[in-house]
């Protein structure tokens, strides 16, 4: 992800990679080792990505966005909007009353923590992105500060009700932000 944003010329496309990680604990580059407490075997590694801490692993739709900002002249607070309204409008269908908070990015319902955001921006370009809580084992959770947030609840989709697979809830984020990102959300 690194190396593709880093040969990156005028005018390669962006892109959206979709995927599922391993378990494993990642460090942002705010992210204090304060914030780990019990991470048991689940390896941590430093990330290069804004943020905290956060836990990635199996039944979570994780979306990578290779974003040229320069080119959409696109700041990286409006990238983040873009994010979170993507998680908002695929949750919206299912009754589900999601927003985000000022100084803590992310999407919440109620308290709890549905999905987490990390970006890195190198040369106008974005990488890293969004991971959404699907259908995912969330113990892991209870080892970490998420995002730095001390007795932050952590919630997924399948407790909030929702029955669709990952692969059809990574597809409709993915989509959603291609929207976004396109100016053809509310047209």
């Not at 999407?107 to 995912?136: D, T």
């Not at 609840?153 to 692969?167: A, C, H, I, Y």
Request: include cysteine.
């Amino acid at each position: 992800m690194r190396d593709w944003t880093a040969q990156r010329q005028a005018d390669t496309l962006d892109e959206l990679w979709g995927l599922e990680h391993r378990p494993v604990y990642t460090l942002g580059q705010a992210g204090q080792r304060s914030y780990l407490h019990h991470t048991g075997r689940i390896p941590v590694v430093e990330t290069d990505r804004g943020g905290q801490v956060t836990y990635h692993g199996p039944g979570q739709a994780i979306v990578y966005c290779l974003v040229d900002l320069r080119r959409r002249a696109l700041g990286i607070r409006a990238l983040v909007h873009h994010l979170e309204e993507a998680v908002i409008s695929i949750l919206e269908p299912y009754q589900i009353q999601a927003q985000r908070r000022s100084g803590a990015p992310g999407v919440y319902v109620g308290e709890a923590k549905v999905a987490a955001l990390g970006l890195r921006v190198s040369q106008g370009c974005c990488y890293h992105g969004v991971a959404l809580n699907v259908a995912m084992d969330l113990e892991p959770f209870a080892g970490i500060d998420p995002c730095g947030l001390k007795g932050t609840p952590v919630t997924q989709t399948r407790d909030l009700g929702v029955t669709e697979t990952l692969p059809v809830l990574r597809a409709a984020l993915m989509q959603k932000i291609r929207q976004q990102l396109d100016g053809e959300e509310g047209r």
